[in-house]
């Protein structure tokens, strides 16, 4: 088993490390911040993440990737969301999670251009696969894909697909319908912005994740063409448990960004504020929480790591390791929040507080990319068939 970093990759993080600091934080704020169009201020993000590599860095170099590791992919994604949860989020739904799926399950010049477009940033994907209806069980979905003239009708409404309001192109899931309303298994495609009968409503943000674009997608009789199919037709559930494993190693990257702002910011406050003339790490109550915070991070990191590496080497286990790192990252991040918060006293209390925001953006990574719930079930399941 080998799911360190090397050296070389070690090197490769700290210099992404200050590149989060120098070129990403300033539009980071304006993103968290509302200044200027959200959209815009995306794109420009994404161009420089393009840049840096951060987007195709672990595709394969014949997709136009860079061939780095799967666990280095995760080490990056943590570094950008502790200096962004939001950046993060968007980036790896975009290049990463989209970039991957496209590379897999796509074919033809036109989806090799788009993902080209992805994995430098200047193509914004959005992956439309929850429904108003529900997004955890997505056995009753209710997009239709109807076949016609060599390519797709495609009917339904989408919702909370991140990135949505500033998206060139949508990751969309559907069930595939005979012309007499039989439904004949899941449908993965690829659906440009802006095709007749599609439109996208912009929706709140989601919590802790100031600045983000989030919107539903919905298409009406929306035409597809064939090409633009991912995986085969009425196959598309080998897409979708794919898909669901990006997310989670993405939701992964991000908690454990999380608990390390959340470390940091309460080690920081711990050490320098006074309670009866003694600095609060002093204190056994408050050192413990540090303690714990540490022990977790670094057990969620390990987790991650493992759960990357299978993926890579196609372990069967990797989808199980997965939902492990998944579940525990995002609620451990909830509980390091939670600590730096209350480190932190009433000045973690306060609107606008990082720390708050950090607690808002774990408990939504508890959702985001199968609830803590669906990883349960996942995790019982192979527990009981492997007895
Ligand atoms: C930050 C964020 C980003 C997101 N980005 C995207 C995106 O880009 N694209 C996209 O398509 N979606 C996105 N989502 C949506 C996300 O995938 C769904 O919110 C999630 O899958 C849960 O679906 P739901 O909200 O419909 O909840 P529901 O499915 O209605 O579930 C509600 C609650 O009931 C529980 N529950 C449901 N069914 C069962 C069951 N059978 N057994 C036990 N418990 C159950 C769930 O665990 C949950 O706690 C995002 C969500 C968040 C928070």
Redesign the pocket.
Known sequence: MDYELSEKEKERKKAFQSFCKKEIRPLAERLAGGQGDGSQVLRALLNKLGEAGHLGLSLGTEAGGQGESLVLQVAFGEVLAKESPAVH?AAW?CGVHCGHLLSRFGSGDWIREILGGLLSGRKIA????????????LEGMATKMVQDRGGWRVSGR???????PAADVFVV?GVLESPQGAGEGLCAMLVPAGSAGARVEPEEE????SG?P?GSLVLEQTRVDGAWLLGSAGRGSEVLQESWQW?ALGATAGSIGLMEASLEAAFVHAQQRLSAGKPLAAYQEVAFKLAEARAMLDTARLLGQKAAWLKQIQDPEAETLISCAKLYASEAATKCAGYALQILGGRGARRGCAAAEWLL?AK??E????????HR?KIAKSVLESV
């Open positions: 989020l739904t959005a992956l439309a696969r929850t429904e108003p209806s529900g997004g955890t069980s989408k919702s909370f697909c991140v990135n949505a899931f989601a919590l802790g994740y983000l989030v997310d953006a939504s990574n959702i985001a990319g199968g609830t803590s719930e669906a079930i």
